[in-house]
T-cell receptor, first 114, second 107 residues
């Protein structure tokens, strides 16, 4: 595996379900990110981790819970979601959170909340 | 307020018809400006990073330029395979993405 991988690629869940999204980066990077991409809206940065420590949480509802057990893995735990949470969830990594480092994205998880 | 605006929202070109996409920004403390390409159902693919006004970078039919207030992505003699959404992002102490320009190149 190379680059940034995400599983599952597609997920359909009910509002009462609990599920998790997984991201793994094979680039040796120290920073990882979760983004939400909704139709016709800019990418919304949700969480930033640097060396497994959360450094940014952009007013994301508590029904989204991130976890970063090590610098290669990132999870997004989902519970009691709303239909408006349906979107493409993208994971990214970069060498560091310092200025000027480009981010490398995974393919995303297409989430549908019924 | 920090802001990134891309124009046009959508652009239709004939194969071979050169054009430019615009990314204007109003931010404090620019650390880098990034261009990405995104195909439907996929994650953004990194294209270029620009750090300072006057800088230019090229890759195949694409050329990115940067001024103090905007960046252009010039597409020379585009091909149908260049059809995608092109995203601009600006980094200060945070990352800000534009809404993208959806490019459609017809044969």
């Amino acid at each position: 595996e190379t680059g940034v991988t995400q599983t599952p690629r597609h997920l359909v869940m009910g509002m009462t379900n609990k599920k998790s999204l997984k991201c793994e980066q094979h680039l040796g990077h120290n920073a990882m990110y979760w983004y939400k991409q909704s139709a016709k809206k800019p990418l919304e940065l949700m969480f930033v981790y640097s060396l497994e420590e959360r450094v940014e949480n952009n007013s994301v509802p508590s029904r989204f819970s991130p976890e970063c057990p090590n610098s290669s893995h990132l999870f997004l735990h989902l519970h009691t979601l709303q239909p408006e949470d349906s979107a493409l969830y993208l994971c990214a990594s970069s060498p560091s959170i310092a200025g000027g480092d480009e981010q490398f994205f995974g393919p995303g998880t297409r989430l549908t909340v019924l | 307020e920090d802001q990134v605006t891309q124009s046009p929202e959508a652009l239709r070109l004939q194969e071979g018809e050169s054009s430019s996409l615009n990314c204007s920004y109003t931010v404090s403390g620019l650390r880098g400006l990034f261009w990405y390409r995104q195909d439907p159902g996929k994650g953004p693919e990194f294209l270029f990073t620009l750090y300072s006004a006057g800088e230019e970078k090229e890759k195949e039919r694409l050329k990115a330029t940067l001024t103090k207030k905007e960046s252009f992505l010039h597409i020379t003699a585009p091909k149908p395979e260049d059809s995608a959404t092109y995203l601009c992002a600006v980094q200060t102490s945070k990352f800000y993405f534009g809404s993208g320009t959806k490019l459609n190149v017809k044969p």
